[in-house]
């Protein structure tokens, strides 16, 4: 199987070969003008067959120059849609496997993060900006959602806004038990 690294190099190796050519392609169109049009001005006046079956013959060559020219840009320009699919495709592969890393999580870890979510009654939306912790407080209110972005807010900020937010939610519940007394812990 193809390494990802690889296929980029060889794109890479294509895509210069095709440009080289091009450039080339396109000196000799320049070249054949230039050639053309000098043989143009000394026949001016003259009607020597032999310089124009020359001119005719470079036109020819030309018009073939220049047809090798569009089908190496198309070519170009193939190599690079190539080259920005497999990209894509990269990023999608990585992505998945990652999301893949992620729910392979050892099953005893799994029943901690549930028995964690479970008793702080915060649940965690996985979807969402690398820098920002995003989620939701269940309580008998309704829920309470909260977006912290890690880079503006400091851990201990975070950590006791969470913090309230269940705090509100056991005092509610302190105050519903018999005898209407608030715990500590």
């Known amino acids: 199987m193809l390494d990802i690294s690889d296929l980029f190099n060889r794109l890479a190796e294509k895509a210069y070969i095709i440009r080289q050519q091009n450039d080339a392609g396109l000196q000799?169109?320049?070249?054949d003008a230039k050639a053309l049009q000098s043989l143009q001005e000394s026949l001016s006046g003259k009607e020597d067959q032999e310089?124009?079956?020359e001119m005719l013959s470079l036109e020819a060559e030309l018009a073939s120059l220049q047809s090798e020219y569009k089908k190496l840009t198309s070519k170009s320009i193939n190599m690079k849609k190539q080259v920005h699919e497999a990209r894509q495709a990269v990023e999608t592969l990585k992505e998945q496997q990652h999301k893949q890393q992620s729910q392979a999580v050892h099953p005893r870890a799994r029943y901690s993060v549930n028995v964690f979510r479970d008793m702080s009654k915060i649940n965690w939306q996985e979807e969402h900006e690398p820098n920002e912790l995003k989620g939701f407080v269940c309580s008998k209110r309704g829920?309470?959602?909260?977006?912290?972005?890690r880079k503006k807010q400091s851990n201990f900020f975070i950590?006791?806004?969470?913090?309230?937010?269940g705090e509100e939610e056991s005092e509610d519940e302190a105050v519903s038990r018999p005898g209407g007394h608030?715990?500590?812990?």
Not at 159 to 165: C, D, H
Request: charged residues 20%; proline residues 0%.
């Open 51 to 53: 310089a124009l079956t």
């Open 159 to 165: 950590a006791n806004s969470l913090w309230e937010m």
């Open 143 to 149: 829920l309470k959602t909260f977006c912290f972005n």
């Open 28 to 31: 000799l169109l320049e070249d």
């Open 182 to 185: 608030k715990t500590t812990h």
